[in-house]
C-alpha cells in the first residue's frame, strides 16, 4: 500500500523480478493494511484516510464493495479462519465491528455488533484456528473476544507498550508471538491453551512498530521507524536477541 498517494503495488514473482504492477483506488482512501481472504480471491484493504474498508477482487483489481465506517481510522480488516466474518478495527470511534463476509454472492453486510473497549481502541485482530479473536489495543493491552457473541472474554492481558499489527499465530496452532513498542521492541509469546503471556525479552531499539515471523518460527522480523532499520530476531534464544548482519 502507500498510505499517501492511494495507490496500491502488486509483485510479481518470488522476488519482484516479474515486475510491479501499480493501480489506484479512490483518492482519500489512504490504504493501510491488506490482508486476504482464506483462498486468496479477495483483499481487504483499510482505508485510514477516509473510513472505508475496500474488497478487492485479486484476479482482476477490482473494488467489488465498499463499507464505510466513518470518516477516518478504519485500520484492519481480519478474516475469521472460515472466511465468515470480518473484524475490523476502527481506531477514533474505538469501535471492533463485525462484518458477514458472502463470497460466493461477493456481499459483506455489517452485522449490527460491535465492541468497544472503554478508553482504548482496537489495532488489529489475530484468531485462535477455533475462531476465538485476540485483540490487540491503544495504548496498550491485548483482548480475548467471543466473536460469535461478540463480549471479552476474561481481563484484558497487560503488555508493555501498544502491539501494532504485530501478532503471528505459530504454524502449530499453539499461540501467537508478538512484539510490543515497550523497551524498544519487547517481544512476548501468548500461549493459547492457557491464555498467558510469556516474556521473552526486549531489544532495545530507538522506537519500535510491526512484527513478523519466518514459518519456522526461528527468526523474527521488526520495524524501527526512526532508527530507519529492520531488526532480524533469533527467536530460538530466550531471551530473543537481535541477528548481528556482516
Known amino acids: 500500500t502507500s498510505q499517501g498517494d492511494h495507490r496500491l503495488f502488486v509483485l510479481r514473482g518470488l522476488r519482484g523480478q516479474g515486475g510491479v504492477e501499480t493501480f489506484d483506488v479512490p483518492f482519500g482512501t489512504g490504504p493501510h493494511l491488506i490482508n486476504f481472504s482464506r483462498d486468496g480471491e479477495y483483499a481487504y484493504v483499510s482505508g485510514m484516510g477516509n473510513g472505508r474498508l475496500l474488497v478487492v477482487r485479486a484476479d482482476d483489481r477490482q473494488v467489488v464493495s465498499t463499507l464505510s465506517f466513518g470518516t477516518a481510522g478504519t485500520h484492519q480488516a481480519m478474516p475469521s479462519p472460515d472466511g465468515r466474518t470480518l473484524l475490523v478495527a476502527q481506531i477514533p470511534t474505538r469501535r471492533l465491528i463485525k462484518v458477514a463476509a458472502d463470497e460466493a454472492s461477493e456481499t459483506w453486510t455489517p452485522t449490527g455488533q460491535e465492541l468497544s473497549f472503554g478508553?482504548?481502541?482496537?489495532?488489529?485482530?489475530?484468531?485462535?484456528?477455533?475462531?476465538?479473536?485476540?485483540?490487540s489495543l491503544l495504548p496498550s493491552g491485548i483482548q480475548a473476544v467471543d466473536v460469535a457473541t461478540m463480549t471479552k472474554v476474561g481481563d484484558e492481558i497487560p503488555t508493555d507498550g501498544f502491539v501494532a499489527c504485530g501478532m503471528v499465530k505459530e504454524r502449530d496452532g499453539g499461540g501467537i508471538m508478538l512484539a510490543s513498542t515497550g523497551g524498544g521492541g519487547h517481544v512476548y509469546r501468548l500461549d493459547f491453551a492457557t491464555g498467558t503471556l510469556e516474556s521473552r525479552g526486549t531489544l532495545g531499539a530507538s522506537d519500535w512498530h510491526s512484527f513478523r515471523m519466518s514459518p519456522n518460527g526461528k527468526l523474527g522480523l521488526g520495524t524501527v521507524p526512526r532508527g530507519d532499520e529492520v531488526r532480524l530476531i533469533d527467536l530460538t534464544r530466550n531471551p530473543v536477541t537481535s541477528v548481528a548482519l556482516p
Open 119 to 135: 478508553a482504548k481502541s482496537p489495532i488489529c485482530t489475530i484468531f485462535r484456528d477455533d475462531g476465538l479473536a485476540y485483540v
